[in-house]
């Protein structure tokens, strides 16, 4: 564990200097780690699968008793919030709100002289571009994620239940549900991993984008 902690943190020290390691480091690691087990947590035996059944809309709805964190949205929107608001305090430490908003809005290229001038609207509307996408950084976070999570637990459910859904004899059905479901097991841990190393990674490509140009 202690090697893999070095590793992850020289990675992410490599990417944004010493200082901005040292204070994003535990936002970072936790965020892969809490995602990942988050992600594995689903394909345990029950999660997903043990529950009740309520009427919703006149159909007959299982309601599982457990859950992976991350299939819920409420779950990925809070967390892609709370590292848009670390990220924007971090970035307010580093750069302050004058150079944020310069290096939003100013033109870039060292321009002088009339051109300057020509440039000035055309960077404007960049910036509002850019505005823009910062917004919309914790939807596209958390839609990725919990669309991913939530679509794979769809998807082994559904390979479980592939004999009834073709009408197959019972002992057919069982067999079925045992060894139909075993590569997408496989599948559903990688994208598990993957899920999780995006997630991080885009917080911490954001966090360079914005701060590492002027630690160097």
Not at 53 to 73: F, K, N, S, W
Not at 103 to 112: A, P, R, Y
Not at 123 to 128: D, E, K, N, R, Y
Request: hydrophobic share 55%; glycine share 10%; with cysteine.
């Amino acid at each position: 564990m202690e090697a893999v902690v070095e590793v992850f943190y020289g990675s992410v020290e490599g990417i944004l200097g010493h200082k901005m390691a040292h204070k994003s480091f535990g936002l970072l690691g936790t965020l892969f780690i809490f995602i990942l087990i988050s992600n594995w947590f689903g394909l345990l035996p029950g999660v997903g699968s043990i529950g009740w059944h309520e009427v919703v809309h006149g159909q007959e709805v299982l309601v599982p008793l457990l859950r992976p964190g991350t299939a819920d949205m409420n779950m990925t929107i809070a967390m892609a919030v709370v590292s848009m608001v670390l990220w924007f305090y971090w970035t307010m430490q580093v750069t302050g709100p004058v150079a944020f908003i310069k290096e939003l809005f100013g033109v870039k290229g060292g321009m002088t002289g009339p051109i300057l001038f020509l440039l000035v609207p055309l960077f404007l509307f960049v910036g509002v571009l850019e505005v823009v996408s910062i917004l919309v950084r914790p939807v596209s976070l958390s839609l990725r994620l919990y669309g991913n999570i939530f679509a794979g637990e769809n998807m082994l459910a559904t390979m479980i239940n592939i004999g009834h859904l073709f009408h197959c004899p019972q002992w057919l059905t069982s067999v079925l549900s045992c060894i139909v479901p075993v590569p997408f097991y496989f599948l559903e841990l990688l994208i598990g991993f993957l899920q999780a190393m995006v997630f991080t990674l885009l917080v911490l490509v954001y966090l360079q984008l914005s701060t590492s140009h002027e630690e160097h």
